[in-house]
């Protein structure tokens, strides 16, 4: 879960008048939404779509997909149709925090987003494959990303694409 210090972050870094667009959502959503003007959240268990009245959820299963050649157990993300057809035109900032790690999150390399001079964040980089995930991202992009602690012994991660 996005914990207040990184959420802080994303505050001081595009304000609180920003669209935030969220991979994977949960009860820190509705602090998010407390936070900025607009945030819109793509999730794929209905379950954890807590504040529908606050959030744009777009609902999107996962299913199969072709895997990063770097990530060969990576096989679902979310339907790239539906983002296709769902997300909108118009974030500042997007978190990286889903799908679950089990499942794997380069997805996120693969996938064609149409916005992407926006503020990056990614959650969970103290997990091997999560770090490993945000530096390929940053690499394709010809980014560096930078880390940030998160408690103790955790770690988020920025790359800012922005300029
Ligand atoms: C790391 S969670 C995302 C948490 C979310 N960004 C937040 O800050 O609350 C990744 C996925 O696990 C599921 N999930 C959300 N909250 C959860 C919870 N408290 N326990 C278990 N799974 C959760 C959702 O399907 C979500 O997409």
Redo the contacts with the bound molecule.
Sequence with gaps: ??NKVMQDAVLEKVGADAHVL????????G??ADMFSKVT?V???E??MLYPDRVNYIYAPLVDVVSHERFPSHDKWYDHKILDESLPGDYDAV?V?????YIGRSGVINYGFKRKAVLWVF??VWRQGDFRVMGLFAKERGRVAVLHPSGRTRWWGEIDCRK
């Excluded at 969220?22 to 959503?29: F, I, K, S, V």
């Excluded at 925090?97 to 790690?101: F, H, I, K, L, S």
């Design positions: 879960m996005i969220e991979l994977g959502a949960g009860e820190g959503t602090r998010l959240a999730e794929h268990n379950k954890w978190i925090d889903g799908p679950p790690g959650d969970d």
